[in-house]
């Protein structure tokens, strides 16, 4: 069970980092006003939400004890940028506040996975 967890693990990191990466590649197009979500933001979230899930079944499956309130603050967020990420997905161009809000979420789930114990 401990590898399966672990590699649950590990795509939910490659979620991330394809949302936190599209965030970040297009951060100077977010300063010109011209940043747009990517497929590869919509995927990363995607990939977030159903590896979490997964990942929260598997350990308590494992008799692991699981903070559900921090599982409910870290899904609310996720729920927020997939929303946002998934509306705005074929627009051109997304507002900047728009944009840095979707960033700023992530970088806040992450900490929060981190830092919350």
Do not use: C
């Not at 197009?29 to 159903?50: E, K, Q, S």
């Not at 997304?94 to 970088?107: N, P, Q, R, S, Y």
């Amino acid at each position: 069970m401990d590898v399966l967890i672990h590699v649950f693990v590990a795509l939910h990191i490659i979620g991330i980092a394809s949302l936190l990466g599209g965030f970040l590649t297009q951060m100077k197009a977010m300063g010109d006003g011209t940043a747009r979500f990517t497929p590869a933001m919509l995927h990363g979230a995607l990939t977030m939400l159903v590896t979490g899930a997964v990942l929260v079944g598997l350990n308590q499956a494992d008799d692991q004890t699981v903070n559900n309130v921090k599982i409910g603050v870290k899904l609310a967020l996720l729920v927020v940028i997939l929303g946002l990420v998934y509306v705005k997905r074929d627009d051109e161009k997304v507002e900047k506040g728009l944009f840095a809000l979707v960033g700023g979420l992530t970088t806040v789930n992450i900490f929060i996975a981190v830092l919350w114990t």
